[in-house]
């Protein structure tokens, strides 16, 4: 039997997985719309990978972050 909330939820939540995969055909990935607009084309992902190469996902987190500051 299905869950009440899971009952209320669905109709928000239906088409969230469709949704994400068609942005990340479309819009986001290598080559993409939004690579093409905004970005420097096909170094962008080169670029952001330099920038990002010290950066640590667990220092992003509330207690590393405040000890950090």
């Known amino acids: 039997m ?3 909330i899971h009952k209320l939820l ?3 939540y239906r088409d969230t997985m469709n ?4 942005a990340r055909n ?3 990935n ?15 992902l080169e670029l952001s ?3 990002y190469k010290d950066w640590v996902f667990t220092d992003q987190g509330l ?3 405040l000890l950090k500051r």
């Open 26 to 28: 479309i819009l986001v």
């Open 10 to 12: 669905l109709p928000h």
């Open 49 to 51: 990978a330099v920038l």
């Open 30 to 44: 290598a080559e993409g719309v939004i690579e093409k607009t905004f970005l420097m084309g096909s170094y962008s």
């Open 2 to 4: 299905v869950h009440p």
């Open 19 to 22: 949704i994400n995969a068609l």
């Open 63 to 65: 207690p590393n972050d």
